[in-house]
């Protein structure tokens, strides 16, 4: 997994709340068998018109916000489905965090997994995240996994929380299933006291 | 020993590992897997040289994408990105010798569906799959909860998920269903009172008289949608009806074992004094049927109120508001009971068991769909559609004017051809209403069986009372 840091960069702001996964990438997507490519489709419904060609008004689509890193958002990001082509596509296209007053709990995870830092803060301090974002490209803002903070291009610095190992894991790029069988041994002790205490397992 | 609810005593039961800072390593009983979310995880394990650590404990059907339409042995109704999909799912069910019920296998079915209906669902197992509405499995008095496809992968190689503990919700409805009111109609008005988010970080135990009256199919209702209040679990405590569903099912202990089985599950209850972190009540005898309005599970309301307006509401929902009705193609003020529909999709994981079946053609019994509509049924499985045969309920749906299809996701999620067109109204029995859900442009009501029944008879969002 590609380790998360520090990171400065353009963000991208979209105000609104229950985005959900099939807004962020449609169902005809899902339709692959590889992790990569689909940043083409993040927000596909909302980033190109039924001809195809791009919508003027959605925020990605706009000079400034084209290579954003971070998404300020609003509440409830990432409800609905389980699909982890939503974080796969969000990376693809180039963003590295996303910040907003609340996350689904299974696409919160999903990030984690894929070296996206999702930032959970009080509406207030992400208003005023939105309200630097919307200032374009010359506002750029630096989001330190380190330092749990995010600073505006006004010098504002907002703390964060992280779960530590969660933490531990994306700054260092870690792959959870190679930490996981450093603890074979407890695995295969669990198997074996279930064995005889739920055989029917 | 400190007081427990189910959850804990599920999550005790299944703790490997727990490190100083609470992250823990939960042992999985019951993996599924179907075509969308697992090719990239078993591609995985072979980069990595890893196996499937217990294959016994694995289970596959393909089912998202699968077309439903009578012809489907035929390669060519499958779009090829669709049947490299399935291919991949068969050749690695195969390489690394997992159970599995391939397309061709009259078990196959939504993977929801399958897993009950097989006896691999039981109390307090845990049970996970890449798919959000793993939730319906807690309707067993199992800790089961849809997962991405990197934890699908861990899942894989090592049986174990790494977790954290979530919090303890209890939502009781209290009091007796009145007639007319369904499991669906439960699930939809919890959604409606705490919203789409209010259940995150929790996990449900839903409890309550009319929980206690549901059948197990209708218990499976009300956890599937515990997702669309942002819960990752739902259950219910077990009980002789949960018992009774189980015993003799293929993949159910016997004999000794199921003794021994009894004996624990028997235990798998909330005590008394369990600590409860969020505690939500709703009379029974207040839930009417219901029907959204809008884009959102949260957007509930009875059949007998109209459209509302976003200045109804509060906050960003104020602006949510106004997208979705403009998206659905809604003018406050209407009754719902007024709104056209140009189509009915019955089935689903949250509805296409045999019970759904049944309620919807109790009320479609001697009569036909409204000239010029759409209505299709599609069974959750191949076993239910056998027995929907068996018991004449095919025929009443086919003489009413609907297609009767093969099982699958169908129309809930339209990866396959069974899709909405823009402008398309839905009437539909499924779990999710968000924009294009049911395809680019499609406009989606979810309600119950019988609901959705009544729509097709009258053409429009229909109160079911009225036919019964």
């Given at each position: 997994m590609e380790k998360f840091e520090k990171l400065t960069g353009i963000a991208a702001p979209m105000d609104m709340i229950n985005i959900d996964t099939d807004m962020i990438i449609p169902k005809q997507f899902l339709k692959t068998i590889k992790r990569s490519g689909l940043g083409v489709n993040l927000f596909d419904e909302m980033r190109y018109l039924d001809d195809g060609s791009e919508n003027p008004d959605f925020v990605l689509n706009k000079p400034a916000y084209r290579n954003a890193e971070i998404l300020v958002t609003g509440d409830n990001f990432g409800c609905g489905s389980s699909r982890e082509h939503a974080p796969w596509a969000i990376k693809d296209f180039g963003i590295r965090c996303v910040i907003a007053p609340g996350f689904a709990d299974i696409f919160f995870n999903n990030c984690f997994k894929n070296g996206i830092l999702p930032v959970v803060l009080p509406q207030e301090q992400v208003d005023v995240l939105m309200k630097d974002a919307e200032k374009g490209a010359n506002a750029r803002m630096t989001v330190d996994l380190d330092a749990q903070t995010i600073t505006t291009s006004d010098g504002e610095t907002i703390s964060f929380e992280v779960d530590a190992f969660r933490k531990?894991?994306?700054?260092?790029?870690?792959d959870d299933i190679g930490l996981t069988l450093e603890k074979a041994?407890?695995?295969?002790t669990f198997e074996a006291q279930a064995a005889t205490s739920r055989p029917w397992v | 020993m400190s007081p427990k609810t189910l959850y804990d005593k599920i999550w005790d039961a299944h703790l490997v590992h727990e490190a100083d800072d609470g992250t823990c390593l939960l042992y999985i009983d019951r993996h599924l897997v179907h075509e969308v979310t697992s090719p990239q995880a078993f591609e995985g394990l072979r980069m990595a040289g890893r196996t499937v650590h217990a294959p016994d404990k694995t289970i596959g059907v393909p089912d998202h994408n699968v077309p439903t339409t009578l012809d489907r042995a035929?390669?060519?109704?499958?779009?090829?990105?669709?049947r490299i999909q399935v291919e991949a799912l068969d050749k690695n069910a195969k390489d690394f010798g997992i159970h599995y019920y391939p397309v061709s296998d009259v078990r196959q079915g939504i993977v929801h569906i399958v897993g009950p209906?097989?006896?691999?669902?039981?109390?307090?197992?845990?049970?996970?799959?890449?798919?959000?509405?793993?939730?319906?499995?807690?309707?067993?008095?199992?800790l089961a909860h849809g997962i991405g496809t990197s934890e699908v992968e861990h899942v894989l190689a090592t049986q174990t998920l790494i977790q954290r503990k979530g919090k303890n919700m209890k939502v009781e409805i209290t009091g007796k269903l009145a007639p007319g009111v369904t499991a669906k109609d439960i699930t939809l008005s919890v959604i409606g009172k705490t919203g789409t988010a209010g259940g995150t970080g929790y996990v449900i135990e839903?409890?309550?008289?009319?929980?206690?009256?549901?059948s197990m199919e209708g218990r499976m209702t009300v956890c599937n949608m515990a997702i669309e209040g942002g819960a990752r679990a739902g259950l219910i405590a077990p009980d002789e009806k949960t018992f009774e569903y189980c015993k003799g099912r293929p993949h159910a202990p016997k004999g000794a074992q199921w003794e021994a089985a009894m004996t624990w599950w028997k235990t798998l209850f909330s005590d008394e004094d369990a600590h409860w972190d969020k505690v939500v009540t709703i009379r029974g005898e207040d839930i009417a049927p219901v029907v959204t309005w809008g884009t959102s599970p949260e957007d509930v309301l009875p059949i007998t109120a109209s459209v509302p307006a976003p200045s109804d509401f509060k906050g960003g929902k104020v602006d949510a508001a106004r997208r979705s009705l403009d998206y659905m193609g809604l003018t406050a003020g209407t009754p719902l009971a007024e709104v056209p529909i140009d189509t009915v999709f019955i089935g689903s994981c949250t509805n296409g068991r045999i019970e759904d079946l049944r309620a919807a053609a109790a009320i479609l019994k001697g009569k036909k769909i409204k000239d010029g509509l759409r209505a299709m049924v599609v069974p959750g499985s191949g076993l239910v559609r056998a027995q929907a045969e068996e018991e004449g309920l095919a025929q009443i749906f086919i003489d009413a004017g609907f297609e009767w299809r093969l099982a699958g996701c169908s129309m809930c999620l339209?990866?396959?051809?069974?899709?909405?067109?823009?402008?398309?109204r839905c009437a539909a029995t499924s779990n999710r209403n968000f924009e294009g859900r049911q395809g680019k442009g499609g406009r989606t009501h979810l309600m119950s069986p019988a609901m959705a029944a009544a729509a097709a008879v009258t053409g429009r969002l229909t109160d079911v009372r009225e036919m019964m």
């Amino acid at each position: 997994m590609e380790k998360f840091e520090k990171l400065t960069g353009i963000a991208a702001p979209m105000d609104m709340i229950n985005i959900d996964t099939d807004m962020i990438i449609p169902k005809q997507f899902l339709k692959t068998i590889k992790r990569s490519g689909l940043g083409v489709n993040l927000f596909d419904e909302m980033r190109y018109l039924d001809d195809g060609s791009e919508n003027p008004d959605f925020v990605l689509n706009k000079p400034a916000y084209r290579n954003a890193e971070i998404l300020v958002t609003g509440d409830n990001f990432g409800c609905g489905s389980s699909r982890e082509h939503a974080p796969w596509a969000i990376k693809d296209f180039g963003i590295r965090c996303v910040i907003a007053p609340g996350f689904a709990d299974i696409f919160f995870n999903n990030c984690f997994k894929n070296g996206i830092l999702p930032v959970v803060l009080p509406q207030e301090q992400v208003d005023v995240l939105m309200k630097d974002a919307e200032k374009g490209a010359n506002a750029r803002m630096t989001v330190d996994l380190d330092a749990q903070t995010i600073t505006t291009s006004d010098g504002e610095t907002i703390s964060f929380e992280v779960d530590a190992f969660r933490k531990h894991c994306l700054m260092n790029g870690l792959d959870d299933i190679g930490l996981t069988l450093e603890k074979a041994p407890a695995i295969e002790t669990f198997e074996a006291q279930a064995a005889t205490s739920r055989p029917w397992v | 020993m400190s007081p427990k609810t189910l959850y804990d005593k599920i999550w005790d039961a299944h703790l490997v590992h727990e490190a100083d800072d609470g992250t823990c390593l939960l042992y999985i009983d019951r993996h599924l897997v179907h075509e969308v979310t697992s090719p990239q995880a078993f591609e995985g394990l072979r980069m990595a040289g890893r196996t499937v650590h217990a294959p016994d404990k694995t289970i596959g059907v393909p089912d998202h994408n699968v077309p439903t339409t009578l012809d489907r042995a035929n390669a060519a109704t499958m779009t090829e990105d669709s049947r490299i999909q399935v291919e991949a799912l068969d050749k690695n069910a195969k390489d690394f010798g997992i159970h599995y019920y391939p397309v061709s296998d009259v078990r196959q079915g939504i993977v929801h569906i399958v897993g009950p209906e097989q006896g691999w669902t039981l109390p307090g197992m845990t049970v996970v799959c890449g798919d959000s509405h793993t939730a319906t499995h807690g309707a067993f008095g199992a800790l089961a909860h849809g997962i991405g496809t990197s934890e699908v992968e861990h899942v894989l190689a090592t049986q174990t998920l790494i977790q954290r503990k979530g919090k303890n919700m209890k939502v009781e409805i209290t009091g007796k269903l009145a007639p007319g009111v369904t499991a669906k109609d439960i699930t939809l008005s919890v959604i409606g009172k705490t919203g789409t988010a209010g259940g995150t970080g929790y996990v449900i135990e839903y409890c309550g008289e009319a929980i206690r009256d549901l059948s197990m199919e209708g218990r499976m209702t009300v956890c599937n949608m515990a997702i669309e209040g942002g819960a990752r679990a739902g259950l219910i405590a077990p009980d002789e009806k949960t018992f009774e569903y189980c015993k003799g099912r293929p993949h159910a202990p016997k004999g000794a074992q199921w003794e021994a089985a009894m004996t624990w599950w028997k235990t798998l209850f909330s005590d008394e004094d369990a600590h409860w972190d969020k505690v939500v009540t709703i009379r029974g005898e207040d839930i009417a049927p219901v029907v959204t309005w809008g884009t959102s599970p949260e957007d509930v309301l009875p059949i007998t109120a109209s459209v509302p307006a976003p200045s109804d509401f509060k906050g960003g929902k104020v602006d949510a508001a106004r997208r979705s009705l403009d998206y659905m193609g809604l003018t406050a003020g209407t009754p719902l009971a007024e709104v056209p529909i140009d189509t009915v999709f019955i089935g689903s994981c949250t509805n296409g068991r045999i019970e759904d079946l049944r309620a919807a053609a109790a009320i479609l019994k001697g009569k036909k769909i409204k000239d010029g509509l759409r209505a299709m049924v599609v069974p959750g499985s191949g076993l239910v559609r056998a027995q929907a045969e068996e018991e004449g309920l095919a025929q009443i749906f086919i003489d009413a004017g609907f297609e009767w299809r093969l099982a699958g996701c169908s129309m809930c999620l339209a990866m396959n051809p069974d899709q909405l067109a823009p402008g398309e109204r839905c009437a539909a029995t499924s779990n999710r209403n968000f924009e294009g859900r049911q395809g680019k442009g499609g406009r989606t009501h979810l309600m119950s069986p019988a609901m959705a029944a009544a729509a097709a008879v009258t053409g429009r969002l229909t109160d079911v009372r009225e036919m019964m």
